[in-house]
């Protein structure tokens, strides 16, 4: 079970950072990604990490921005999310990939097979 926190109301500019644990099982083998929702909007990936920690790769509206993070002792991954714009109002959800230490990190949605609740990440003009 994945549980995504740390969402909010920020103003544009701000900073919020969000965490996902992970309860019941372990995903220190599996690449993680946050992905996120828009109201009328597909889900899109932010960013994700491999599950070794040590290769990411970002959505081009994150890059810059967002840094994404893991802690396998914890079992935990975290994105802070730096200098925020309206346009980054979505529910944003962490998901596990599905397939055991996969060599690349994925884009693709339905590769990933656990997901969170969502948290809502709000960011006013």
């Known amino acids: 079970q994945l549980q995504a926190s740390g969402g909010g109301l920020v103003q544009a500019g701000g900073s919020l950072r969000l965490s996902c644990a992970a309860s019941?099982?372990?995903?220190?083998?599996?690449?993680m990604g946050w992905f996120r929702q828009a109201p009328g909007k597909e889900r899109e990936l932010v960013a994700a990490?491999?599950?070794?920690?040590?290769?990411?790769v970002y959505a081009d509206s994150a890059k810059g921005r967002f840094v994404i993070s893991r802690d396998n002792a914890k079992n935990t991954v975290n994105l802070q999310m730096n200098s925020l714009k309206p346009e980054d109002t979505a529910v944003y959800y962490c998901?596990?990939?599905?397939?055991?230490?996969?060599?690349?990190?994925?884009?693709?949605?339905?590769?990933?097979?656990?997901w969170g609740q969502g948290t809502l990440v709000t960011v006013s003009s």
């Open positions: 990490i491999k599950w070794s920690g040590g290769i990411t």
């Open positions: 998901a596990a990939d599905q397939s055991w230490r996969r060599a690349y990190l994925t884009r693709v949605e339905n590769e990933y097979g656990y």
């Open positions: 019941g099982c372990t995903f220190t083998n599996y690449n």
